[in-house]
């Protein structure tokens, strides 16, 4: 007599009756029936060990592992006339073959998932690089087009952009550069004057603010601020469909929208660059009078005196790429946005930190090459 015999198997019910010892030696012959029986589905399972004459912990771990099986089937699993010794190692094998399962679903988590995590995280990486070439292509593209046809540019959303992007962000880029100059003069004051190097501080200032400084510092202010509104801009319209809804009517988002944003920053962003030179120094001249003693007078005389006019060009010279940069970035994140409010969010503060990031990587790579060509 088989150790593990079905009695009935059909759509209500599954009855099993499991005879004599229930061990290592006689499970190996009744494991394929075990095995088949796992795989189907019963609203009820019926178990009877009477005539068990002896049960060890492989036949237990058997009994467990069909138990939950049936259990995550939704099975209602009865098993019947089991003796006391028998229902405990029942329960002990049950007990480890949980712990076993916990055990593999946190070395699945702990290992597995930064796997899983980094691989998404190269495909999304690829896509969106593969994006952003599209993007990219199409844009210049469509710059080209505009030269053979001026006439189809929007002069008047670009005007309204370098409103917007330009002017209106002064009086915080104002704020920005006159501190920056501020603490740059304060604290190279603290050196100099122990030297008795007084003077030199117009160097330090006006140099350091026109050539680096300056273009950095308005260039963080305007990715902070414009690309973040060009992403949330354009990601709405695309929530909205009124992307799909301009292209449906035979115009495109990269004209309409991208273009006119691109051009404003490159305009914009030299003026703003200027700006900032004149607000910085004008902060390092403050304090090179209350803490140095040195007047506005002497402070412009030296400053003519000393600065070279490529230093201030070299500042402007950076302002167009950067603007560039931020519009662009921007505008890619903005048509990256998906069907949700929460996309836009996310996107956005990529938007920020992704232009901020390149606008600083780019001023490195340009501050590289020119002090490598003597410059």
């Known amino acids: 007599m088989s150790s593990f015999e079905i009695i009935q198997e059909d759509k209500t019910l599954c009855n099993i009756k499991i005879n004599n010892n229930f061990d290592k030696e006689s499970i190996k012959a009744v494991y394929s029936k075990v095995k088949k029986i796992k795989n189907k589905k019963f609203p009820l399972v019926k178990i009877d060990c009477s005539d068990m004459k002896a049960l060890d912990y492989a036949g237990a771990l058997i009994l467990a592992d069909l138990s ?6 939704k099975s209602s699993i009865v098993i019947t006339d089991m003796d006391p010794k028998s229902q405990h190692l029942l329960f002990f094998a049950r007990k480890n073959l949980r712990q076993k399962s916990q055990i593999k679903q946190i070395k699945e988590i702990f290992f597995l998932a930064p796997i899983i995590k980094a691989g998404k995280y190269v495909i999304d990486s690829i896509e969106s690089f593969i994006f952003f070439l599209s993007f990219l292509g199409e844009s210049t593209l469509q710059f080209f087009r505009i030269l053979m046809t001026p006439w189809k540019f929007r002069y008047k959303a670009t005007a309204v952009h370098i409103e917007k992007s330009g002017a209106q962000a ?27 190097a007084n003077i030199f501080i117009v160097d330090m200032v006006s140099i350091s603010m026109f050539r680096e400084l300056a273009p950095l510092i308005a260039a963080i202010v305007i990715a902070g601020r414009s690309a973040s509104a060009y992403t949330a ?17 035979g115009f495109s988002p990269i004209v309409f929208l991208v273009l006119p944003r691109i051009f404003a920053l490159l305009i914009a962003m030299p003026l703003i660059v200027f700006f900032a030179d004149i607000v910085g120094v004008f902060g390092g001249m403050i304090v090179a009078k209350s803490s140095l003693g040195i007047s506005y007078t002497e402070f412009i005389i030296r400053a003519r005196d000393v600065v070279e006019i490529k230093h201030i060009l070299i500042g402007l010279f950076k302002a167009p790429f950067f603007g560039l940069l931020i519009a662009t970035i921007g ?10 409010t929460e996309s836009i969010g996310r996107y956005t503060t990529i938007s920020v930190v992704n232009a901020i990031f390149w606008v600083i990587a780019c001023n490195a790579l340009i501050s590289v090459i020119l002090t490598e060509v003597g410059i």
């Open 68 to 73: 939950a099986t049936f259990c995550q089937n």
């Open 331 to 340: 505008c890619f994140r903005g048509f990256q946005v998906t069907g949700s």
């Open 233 to 249: 801009e354009i990601g709405t319209m695309k929530i909205t469909e009124e992307i799909d809804a301009m292209r449906s009517m």
């Open 170 to 196: 002064l009086p915080i880029v104002a704020l920005t550069s006159f501190l920056v100059g501020l603490v740059i003069a304060y604290q190279g004051a603290e050196q100099l004057v122990k030297f008795g």
